[in-house]
């Protein structure tokens, strides 16, 4: 599979594609979205596993625990964060800072059933704890010029 | 080094170039405007939201390929190969047999915009082209490696936010392009079934070494649905995430892999 040679692909000849200037609105209203979706998005979800887990997760018993070695700045300190259900399961992790830099994030539990699924949510979590908003540009669907002069007056634009 | 910021709008939405340079302010202007010239001059003959472009004439069946400008017939191949590419899930020719390259056009656009700061010796620099990214090789301030991939709602929506964050520092990954109903709602449509997309996810996300990879892939996966999961963790340099409506994520082992770079 070739994928990087976008610009030097080869000449091909043209197959017989009939452009019909009747069809035009139809293609338009393709193109802005204008055909309804009924998608149920969950939000709720998503939030739980994004770190967002003050008011969905859900915890058993007092389970955090932090070994440290060392002081907190120069040493190896290392967190067990609370178990978070998620609506396919419960993860835990294990957060470890050296120096007050994070190091290692360790999965503790999963019992969602698919190795695979298990763990991006943590990953995905993972990533955005130690991240937090320290980043460059925010990724996502093409935004249209409207939504991106609502989003610049909301904290979100101010990072991108 | 100076900092510096543009925001231009075209295509209907807006690119962000930000970076570092030690060019005078009068010099970074003719660049950055000789950078956005690109970006128009690609809007004015392939937008169909413009009636008198030459893509709408195409449409209208006033004109043939041959009589567009050369970059036509060049963005029509481009096309053909990458539906071959993406087994047929990326297609320019719509259900109705008109040809509509807007799938393409905004990050080979982009592209050609990166290649004029390029060439005149910028090296640090990202392009933030609608929610689709580009990083040069020279970065040097570490947040400019991170980006934020937003949750599956619109960034002016009351929920809007960051679903991760991917660090593309000390990878091959120039590029992260993300494809999904968040913004302008069901608006991909499946060329292997010629109607509109309806699956289980809400947004794919995707790195590769160049924009249009990227782009490109993304919105094949997301018109091929779960199963372009697996497609693409085949794929050399791509890799994927993808968003479920139900709120579960999936993607290529290559992207847990990032992921778990990016936590530390």
Not at chain 1, 37 to 48: H, K, R, S, V
Request: hydrophobic residues 40%; glycine residues 8%; proline residues 4%.
């Amino acid at each position: 599979m070739q994928t990087n040679n976008v610009y030097t692909f080869q000449e091909t000849p043209k197959r017989e594609r009939k452009v019909l200037g009747s069809t035009i609105a139809l293609g338009l209203a393709a193109l802005v979205g204008g055909i309804g979706i009924d998608l149920a998005i969950n939000p709720n979800a998503i939030a739980t596993i994004t770190g967002n887990t003050a008011a969905t997760a859900t915890t058993t018993g007092t389970t955090k625990t932090t070994s440290t070695t060392g002081t907190a700045s120069t040493g190896t300190v290392s967190a067990t964060g609370d178990p978070i259900g998620y609506q396919y399961g419960t993860i835990q992790l294990k957060v470890t800072k050296t120096n007050g830099k994070i190091t290692a994030v360790d999965l503790i539990q999963s019992d969602a059933t698919n190795g695979r699924e298990a763990a991006f949510p943590t990953l995905v979590q993972a990533a955005i704890s130690s991240n937090g908003s320290n980043f460059g540009n925010l990724g996502g669907a093409t935004f249209t010029t409207d939504t991106f002069k609502q989003a610049l007056d909301s904290a979100i634009s101010k990072l991108g | 080094m100076t900092e510096f910021r543009r925001a231009e709008e075209c295509m209907g939405t807006f690119f962000v170039f930000h970076g570092r340079t030690a060019l005078a302010t009068v010099e970074l202007d003719e660049l950055l405007d000789a950078a956005c010239a690109k970006l128009h001059e690609a809007d004015s003959i392939f937008s169909l939201y413009k009636p008198e472009s030459p893509l709408s004439k195409l449409s209208r069946g006033e004109t043939s390929v041959a009589q567009c400008p050369p970059v036509v017939d060049h963005v029509w191949n481009l096309c053909e190969d990458w539906e071959k590419v993406t087994g047929g899930y990326f297609s320019a020719f719509t259900p109705q047999n008109t040809f509509d390259p807007s799938g393409l056009v905004k990050t080979w656009a982009a592209q050609a915009a990166i290649e004029v700061l390029l060439s005149a010796g910028l090296t640090d620099f990202t392009l933030n082209a609608g929610g689709d990214i580009w990083l040069s090789d020279g970065i040097t301030d570490d947040r400019d490696w991170k980006i934020g991939i937003s949750k599956p709602v619109s960034i002016a929506s009351t929920e809007a936010g960051v679903i991760t964050v991917v660090n593309l520092k000390d990878t091959d990954y120039r590029a992260l392009a993300t494809s999904g109903i968040a913004e302008r709602g069901s608006h991909i449509w499946n060329p292997q079934t010629k109607s509109p997309v309806e699956n289980e996810l809400v947004q794919v996300s995707v790195v590769a070494k160049d924009l249009v990879t990227a782009d490109v892939w993304a919105t094949a996966a997301f018109a091929e649905g779960p199963r372009a999961i697996d497609r693409i963790a085949k794929v050399p340099g791509v890799e994927i995430l993808a968003i479920f409506a139900d709120g579960r994520i999936d993607g290529s082992e290559g992207f847990a892999e990032l992921l778990r770079k990016s936590a530390v």
